[in-house]
């Protein structure tokens, strides 16, 4: 049966990780240390982000993560009570006006999904960030209309590495798992495509290499200018 869904991680597969996260998550940390290095260096250590670099390392527990995991860890690191409602709103908020700010893409994701729209492909995005911010992302950069849903972890499916939004997005669409691809660069994303039974494509265009993810993956490419090829070697 021939692939017909493509499904899109976000972060390290069309929008660059490095440039949108960096810049974000130094911005983040500078505001809520208020000055404080020992703050900021703690908030640095939890999230795994080189303060002297102003990068994510890429061993950083926030790889292919998201807020949720992040918010309860930050708030006792300041202070407050893990689940803390205020501190999260703000936290979320600060994260979304940062990334939104930051956010850049990987090459031209716009011109390879327009000729995978014209192949007959139907796209998505599923995403460990919020659906909120996804869409305000691709938004900016002018990449939302090519998608049929974007699909955050709070969109009511779970996340990644389950499969609940893989199967959300299939359920919705009438797709069955041999047509339906997830492409991503991280091991959640390997994991939550075995989970949902589709197959999984990973890029190298995020923090992984082909030797990490190869073992997880059906096919490895460099990045998303090579999946059109690819698809059409494969059907």
Not at 58 to 64: D, I, L, M, Q, R
Not at 106 to 131: M, Q, R, W
Not at 149 to 173: C, L, N, W
């Amino acid at each position: 049966m021939p692939l017909r869904a493509l499904l899109f991680d976000k972060d390290g597969t069309f929008l660059d990780f490095a440039k949108t996260w960096n810049t974000a998550t130094g911005a983040v940390i500078a505001t809520l240390a208020e000055g404080d290095s020992i703050v900021a260096g703690r908030l640095a250590e939890i999230v795994g982000y080189d303060l002297d670099a102003g990068s994510l390392i890429p061993t950083s527990p926030f790889v292919g993560s998201s807020v949720a995991d992040l918010s309860p860890l930050w708030a006792v690191a300041l202070g407050l009570p893990a689940e803390d409602a205020g501190f999260d709103a703000r936290l979320r908020g600060l994260l979304h006006e940062a990334t939104l700010h930051a956010a850049a893409p990987i090459g031209a994701p716009g011109l390879i999904f327009e000729s995978l729209k014209a192949e007959g492909y139907e796209l998505g995005v599923i995403t460990n960030d919020s659906e909120t911010g996804a869409r305000a992302q691709c938004e900016r950069l002018g990449l939302a209309h090519w998608f049929e849903a974007i699909i955050g972890y709070d969109s009511g499916h779970g996340r990644k590495p389950e499969a609940g939004q893989i199967v959300a997005y299939m359920e919705r669409f009438g797709h069955k798992p041999e047509e339906t691809v997830l492409i991503g660069d991280t091991l959640h994303d390997m994991h939550a495509a075995r989970a949902a039974g589709v197959m999984g494509i990973a890029v190298e265009s995020g923090l992984l290499s082909a030797d990490s993810l190869g073992p997880h993956a059906d096919h490895v490419i460099s990045d998303i200018s090579y999946l059109p090829d690819l698809l059409k070697a494969i059907n």
